[in-house]
């Protein structure tokens, strides 16, 4: 009788296991942009430089090199979105990098994760109140 609940009770672990980690994978974001009016979420991969080094060591190495520019990723993500942006006046929008940097500035990294090769997954959060508006009038703003 305990062998049968002892093995029962490793099989419902096993399951629930399973379900969790189908849950956690499908939680990563599969490209940029907002999630809501007050965040962006920029997702940078960045594969790793070496090819014959442990796992570890191409980890460490991706990580690296996305950390160091990871602020220029996130406003070419941004810059990509100010793209899509309408202005009542304007057919072609003319985007100012610095206009947007100011808004990258604040971000930081809120999820990692790597895939099977060593390629990092850094998403790069920027929050603000009404974030999407600001950004839209940022851009739709005339240069004087």
Not at 19 to 46: M, W
Not at 55 to 61: D, S, W, Y
């Amino acid at each position: 009788m305990k062998q049968a609940f002892i093995i029962i009770f490793i099989f419902l672990m096993g399951v629930a296991c399973s379900q969790f980690q189908k849950t956690a994978s499908n939680e990563y974001i599969e490209s940029s942009g907002f999630s809501d009016k007050n965040t962006f979420r920029a997702l940078i991969k960045v594969s790793p430089e070496m090819r014959d080094a442990s796992l570890i060591e191409r980890r460490e190495n991706a990580y690296i090199k996305a950390k160091v520019e990871i602020r220029q990723f996130a406003l070419l993500e941004l810059i990509s979105y100010a793209r899509t942006v309408k202005c009542e006046n304007e057919s072609v929008q003319k985007i100012d990098p610095n206009r947007l940097n100011k808004f990258v500035q604040g971000g930081y990294i809120s999820d990692e994760y790597y895939d099977p090769d060593g390629t990092v997954n850094l998403i790069y959060s920027i929050k603000a109140k009404s974030l999407r508006n600001k950004v839209d009038n940022e851009v739709c703003k005339k240069k004087k």
